[in-house]
């Protein structure tokens, strides 16, 4: 007579086990802006593109700062009535500071744009003079149909010779944007393996794609659809530099993630 109340114990028990699990998972999903993105976690050993994450120091910035934006059309300021109501220029009034804008319209890592090369190239060809305290390299979603052969390869090139270039500045990557709804298979790759990648080098990562800037309810007030060619409208431009400045505002306030994962804030 035991033996089906033991059961009965068993699979209680097996319930509740995988309801905390359930619970566990939910909240583990749950993206913090100081912890990495899911995505970028290590990968399985064996996987040659396994990458280890690095836990990023708080962004700090000096009053008046002066912030290279450098990326693709978004960048350029593509679609606004004017480029420079683009984002990466309404940044700087956000920021309290100044921006130096680089963007070329349809370039990537491995893709050549039309006002230039790719981010390789035009990374080597940038002003060595310019006293940058944080670069922000935008996108790019102008890689989807390259593929992923060579991609991360590219990548960590151009970020090689970004940091050899501007040694002392902050380097964030704002990842791609997606210019339709549902994210594409592609964008989504690009998203994982920039975060990836930035999350190695303990880089801050801020992904539109996983922190949803662009959703079916806001799709049409940010993106033009006609004109604009799936570029941001001017008041998309706008809404994107409010999101980018929060999010540069939540990096500065991130807490210090010491060895060990445990957690602390110091006073400022």
Known sequence: MKAPATRRRLRAAGVATALVLAVTAGVLGVWRPWTPAPSAAPVAAGDDTATAAI???????PDDPTVLVFGDSWTYGSAATDPTLGYAYVLA???????????????????????????????????????????????????RAQGEVGYRDAVTAAWDALTALYPEA????????????PVGTQTARIDHDLSELAAA????????????????????????VEVGRKHPSTAGHRYLAEKLAAALDELRAAPVTEAGGSETTHDE
């Open 55 to 61: 836990a990023p120091a708080p962004l700090t910035l």
């Open 93 to 143: 009034d956000l920021i309290h500071g100044h921006t130096v804008v680089n963007g070329v319209r349809g370039s990537g890592y491995l893709k050549p744009g039309l006002d230039g090369p790719t981010f390789g190239e035009r990374i080597a060809a940038l002003d060595p003079a310019i006293h940058a305290d944080l670069v922000i390299v935008q996108g790019s979603i102008n890689d």
């Open 170 to 181: 902050a380097i964030v990557v704002l990842g791609p944007a997606p210019h339709e709804l």
């Open 201 to 224: 080098r303990g880089w801050w990562y801020i992904s539109p794609v996983q922190q949803h800037w662009i959703t079916e309810q806001n799709y049409l007030s940010v993106i033009d």
